[in-house]
C-alpha cells in the first residue's frame, strides 16, 4: 500500500513545487501595465459601471465614456485594449458580467480587425487572459476552451510579459508591493502606447505633435482587405458576442469611430461602409458609422490624428465623444434623424472634404 502511495505523493510535491516557481517567476519577472488595472477596475462591484465599450486603440484614444454619461443615465467604462480581437471581447465582456449588471455594449468596429484573416493559437494571442485572476471564472472557461490552442507556458504563467534584466526585476518588485497596485490605480501608470494621459473611465488623451501624421505606407498596406469581405473569424466571434448579449438581455450598438480623413478612399471606407451596413442589419444590430459624420456636426482634418492609420488626438476625441454621445441619447429617445448628423453618402462626404483633410 505504503509504494502504491508515495509516486502519488512525490507527484503532489513535484506540481506544488512547480507552482511555487511559477508563482515566483510572474512576481519577478511579468511586467504588469493597463491590462491588468483596467480589469482590476471593472471588477470591483462598487464601480456599477452598466455600460461597456469593446474594441481595440482607435477606439481606446477616440471614445471618452464620460462625455456619453453626460448626456444619458449611465455609467460606463471602455474596456478598449490595442490588438483586443472580436474574440477577446466576448470574454471582457464576460469579465466584466461578473461584476456589472451591463445593459449596454458599445462595439467600435474597425475594419481591419474584421477584414484580416486572423488564425487562432498564435503565440501572443492569450495576452489579456493572461491578465485575469485565476479566481475568474471567465479565466477558467478561456483556457478550458481553448486547450488546443494554447501554448502551455501561455496558459499557466506570465512568460508573454517576461522581462528577466535586473532593472525590470527590481521596478517589478517595486511596483507590486505598493498601494497603488494594490488598489489598481491606472493613474500612477505610464502607459507608452497611450501617448497621452489617461483620463479616466478606460480613456487616454492622446497627444499631437501639431504637424502631418505620418504612416501612409502602413494604411496602404490595409487597402487591399476590403476585397475579401469579413473574415470567418470575425463573423464566428461577432456572433457569439451577439448570442451573449441577446442572452443577458444587453443591448449591442456598433459604432465606427472617423479615422484620419485622407485616407479614406485609400482604405476603400466606402466599400466597407456597405458590407458592414449590409451585415448588421441582417443581424439585426444598430449600426452607426462616424466616418459619415458631418463636417458641419463633427469637424476635422487630418491634424486631429496621431498618424495616418487613424488614433485620434485628445482635444478631437472629447468632441467626437460628445457628438456621440447625442446620437446615442436620441437614438435611445428615438428621436434621431440622421440626416442632421450624417451624410446620406459617401460622395457627400468627398464632396465636402476635398481640400480640407489635411488643412488646419
Not at 53 to 78: C, E, F, M, V
Not at 178 to 190: A, E, V
Not at 197 to 213: D, I, N, T, W
Not at 255 to 275: A, F, G, N, Y
Amino acid at each position: 500500500m505504503k509504494e502504491k502511495i508515495i509516486p502519488w505523493i512525490r507527484n503532489i510535491i513535484f506540481m506544488a513545487g512547480l507552482v511555487v516557481v511559477v508563482f515566483v517567476c510572474d512576481f519577478l519577472f511579468a511586467q504588469q501595465g493597463y491590462i491588468r488595472y483596467i480589469l482590476q477596475d471593472v471588477n470591483n462591484e462598487q464601480n456599477n459601471y452598466d455600460g461597456i465599450i469593446l474594441g481595440a486603440s482607435h477606439a481606446r484614444s477616440a471614445i471618452n465614456p464620460q462625455k456619453i454619461d453626460n448626456y444619458d443615465d449611465t455609467n460606463t467604462l471602455s474596456l478598449a485594449i490595442p490588438n483586443e480581437t472580436l474574440k477577446d471581447s466576448v470574454y471582457v465582456l464576460e469579465e466584466a458580467c461578473n461584476s456589472q449588471n451591463i445593459k449596454r455594449v458599445i462595439l467600435d468596429v474597425d475594419y481591419q480587425y474584421w477584414f484580416i484573416k486572423t488564425t487562432e493559437g498564435y503565440y501572443n494571442e492569450a495576452f489579456i487572459y493572461n491578465q485575469m485572476s485565476w479566481e475568474s471564472p471567465t479565466k477558467w472557461e478561456y483556457l478550458f476552451n481553448n486547450l488546443g490552442n494554447l501554448d502551455i507556458r501561455n496558459a499557466f504563467s506570465q512568460i508573454i510579459s517576461y522581462d528577466v534584466t535586473p532593472e525590470t526585476v527590481v521596478n517589478n518588485v517595486k511596483q507590486k508591493t505598493s498601494q497603488d497596485y494594490r488598489d489598481g490605480n491606472i493613474y500612477s501608470l505610464t502607459v507608452g502606447d497611450a501617448n497621452g494621459p489617461y483620463v479616466g473611465k478606460g480613456f487616454f488623451s492622446r497627444e499631437l505633435s501639431g504637424g502631418l501624421p505620418g504612416g501612409l505606407e502602413y494604411v496602404e498596406h490595409f487597402s487591399d482587405l476590403v476585397d475579401d469581405g469579413i473574415s470567418d473569424y470575425a463573423y464566428k466571434y461577432f456572433e457569439k458576442l451577439k448570442e451573449y448579449c441577446d442572452s443577458k438581455g444587453i443591448e449591442l450598438i456598433c459604432v465606427t469611430s472617423p479615422i484620419t480623413p485622407s485616407t479614406l478612399k485609400i482604405q476603400s471606407m466606402d466599400r466597407v461602409h456597405d458590407i458592414f451596413k449590409e451585415y448588421f442589419d441582417s443581424k439585426g444590430v444598430t449600426y452607426l458609422d462616424f466616418n459619415m459624420a458631418r463636417l458641419d456636426v463633427l469637424p476635422r482634418t487630418d491634424y486631429d490624428y496621431g498618424d495616418m492609420e487613424g488614433h485620434m488626438g485628445g482635444e478631437p476625441a472629447e468632441r467626437y465623444s460628445d457628438v456621440l454621445g447625442q446620437v446615442l441619447k436620441k437614438y435611445e429617445d428615438k428621436e434621431l434623424d440622421m440626416n442632421q448628423y450624417f451624410y446620406s453618402t459617401f460622395d457627400e462626404l468627398y464632396k465636402e472634404l476635398d481640400g480640407t483633410t489635411s488643412g488646419k
